[in-house]
């Protein structure tokens, strides 16, 4: 490491108060070492990481980091905070903070050391000597491994080859200051020497794989020695990863998944007791993490197959709120859902395009379908596309139970909701359907089972009785209440007139617009989608669906348009990002205008909403209809009131764009204003607004 951080590195007087100045004086000094080349290109690459989660972590660190091509070497930078600064920590703000610069192409040897770094950090005798630490050059020594912590303890530079050689085999290794056949003794409380210890194999990884993942395993190892577990981790790093040897993972009794990305070869672990955490969870709280996965083992808890990778689909960590856990399996749902809605409603849509509403009334294709007429493809494609229609809800019962409950819950979700369907409970019914079944699943897993039948129940036991009651409380219990619900709020949406209508065209406007794709957006979104997913839907519904669809598009093209006619008041990067939200606004992919929003949001947001939420009243003011849930522009020609729903789009995106250039013209000095390299804080945004987009 001798190479990666020198006195020059480190500040052990970071006046900085926020995490974006911290890494910004940080940055500065590798850009006059020659480590970075363009300081606003790499800042913005440092904040889209820490927008995928935050890097403070307990203990008083923060450790901001990201893979670049604007860094020429693997480079390291240490401040130290006598105020601490907020990394988004549990436990408050982080004095000791660590800026790490990996370039885009960065070999394995590099990266081991830096995750040896991260290793060290969750030693208390390290971070102690930093605090301590009299001067730049101790510090930046400390760090390399040129001292010692501690007094008494292993030179840091052995430890630091330790961890590294750990971190690439995957495998737990003996603490600093120990030999092997120290850290092969039991600990206190662990089992007699003649017993076999419980073994738990874990997987660590994170967006970029640099940091969090191998702290996280440390983290684990360390929670495994203290409680007499046998803990062996494969950090799945952005150097690659050695896979487990198939054996141990045969041998293990539980599985620990600490992740933020997908675990790769999740199949290997199929079939054991399962926790399923972010990574943060990992280095946070390794030892509640072992106890839950040992009571799972004890109660014979199994995973039948690989678990959903991503947080949005997990059924949620432990210690979430209920709310939360909630919206995550709503979301997972929702989201599997969408995309037979976008296939479906535009193959219906073309299909009443090139034949007419008559078309719905048209016989199979398997029994006529003549080649050269145009009638016949257009009945092939509203068939196909009413098929499609048909999973909708089958599907989101599906995906809500698995969110909850993994691959167990996909068969009794799919039967409630297709029992929804059935009985005309709709979209209501469906999402009921995938709670009760998610909800039974969990509770059948939590019975003790014998070992002699724990091999048939994700296959026979759970899904045939976890069907069984779903059917049953659907069909005898709440599926006429749900039905009745449902046609009362299919009547209401018929009623709606005059104001009413505007109103609730205004509201839809203001959610499209408020988080840009988020769960406002979606819940928006699926409620008119909801309502054509019929095969004869009503007025109104296609009238929300316009609404709602015309509304989504008003942020990015608002923002195309402002880059537009007041530049100067935009970074480059700004101008650049909107000249592809030209193409997305008009595709109906609201997303294009996260760049915006996150790197002035209170502007930008409120400007969106408000330009959305008129497109929506005018757009349900004048009546216009929509029977595609997607497409933006290219699906014009099925639009209904096409002409004054284009105006309606025009004024909003007008309104939005005035606002946004108004409210950014009020500000002192604009961010394209302030030259690379200067530590001006209004520079700040200039950084976090080259996030990627996110379409």
Known sequence: MSDMITADLVDLDLSADTKEAAARALAERMVALGRVTDLDGF?????????????????????????????????????????????????GPADLIFLIAAPAGADDAHLTILSSLARQLMNAEFTDALRSAGDAAAAA????????AATGSEDSAAASGAASADA????????????????????????????????????????TGIAHTYMAAESLENAGREAGVEVTVETQGSAGFTRLDPAVIAAADAVIFAHDVPVREKERFAGKPTVDVGVKAGINRPGELIT???????????????????????????????????R????????????????????????????????????????????????????????????????????????????????????????????????????????????????????IQKINIPAVLRGIMPVVVIPLISSAVVGFLMFVVVGK?????????????????????????????????????????????????????????????????????AAGMVPPLAMALATTVRGKLFTETERENGKAAWVLGASFISEGAIPFAAADPLRVIPSSMAGGAITGALSMAFGATL???????????????????LIAIAVGVCVSATLVVFLKGMRKSAPGAVKPGTTDDSSTATAQAKQPVAA
Not at 47 to 76: K, N, W, Y
Not at 143 to 148: T, Y
Not at 504 to 525: E, I, Q, R, S, T
Request: proline share 7%; charged share 15%.
């Open 43 to 91: 800042l913005a690459d440092v904040a889209a990481r820490e927008a995928q989660m935050p890097t403070g972590l307990d203990g008083g660190i923060g450790i901001p980091h990201c893979r670049s091509e604007h860094v020429t070497e693997p480079t390291l930078a240490f401040g130290r905070s006598a105020a601490g600064i907020d990394f988004g920590a549990a436990d």
């Open 292 to 326: 839950e996965v040992r009571g799972k083992a004890e109660r014979g808890e199994v995973t039948a197959g690989a678990a959903p990778g991503t947080p949005v689909e997990r059924a949620g960590e432990s210690g979430e709120g209920y709310g939360t856990k909630l």
């Open 481 to 549: 209440p749900i039905a009745s619900a449902q046609k009362g709020m299919t009547d209401w949406l018929n009623g709606l007139s005059g104001s009413n209508a505007i109103l609730l065209g205004l509201l839809l406007g203001l959610m499209m617009c408020f988080d840009l794709g988020g769960p406002v957006n979606k819940v928006a979104y699926t409620f008119a989608t909801a309502g054509i997913a019929v095969s004869n839907p009503s007025d109104s519904a296609m009238k929300i669906m316009a609404a709602v669809m």
């Open 168 to 207: 690439a085999a995957g495998s737990t290794a003996p603490a600093p200051g120990e030999s092997v056949e120290d850290a092969s003794a039991p600990a206190p409380g662990a089992p007699a020497a003649d017993e076999r210890p419980f073994r738990i194999v874990a997987v660590t990884s994170c967006p």
């Open 328 to 443: 995550k399996w709503l979301m997972s749902g929702v989201s599997y859902m969408v995309p037979f809605v976008a296939a479906g409603g535009l193959l219906i849509a073309l299909g009443f395009a090139i034949g007419g509403y008559k078309i719905k009334s048209a016989p199979s294709v398997m029994d006529h379908f003549v080649w050269t007429q145009t009638d016949s493809w257009a009945a092939l494609m509203f068939q196909i596309g009413a098929v499609a229609f048909g999973f909708l809800v089958p599907v989101l019962a599906g995906y809500i139970a698995y969110g909850m409950a993994d691959r167990p819950g996909l068969v009794p979700g799919f039967v409630g909701g297709m029992i929804a369907s059935t009985i005309n409970a709709g979209f209501l019914g469906g999402l009921v359907a995938g709670l009760l079944a998610g909800g039974v699943v969990m509770a």
């Open 627 to 645: 029977r595609a849930p997607h497409g933006g522009i290219f699906v014009v020609p099925l639009i209904g009131n096409a002409f004054l729903y």
């Open 141 to 148: 020594a400390l760090i390399r491994g040129d001292e010692p």
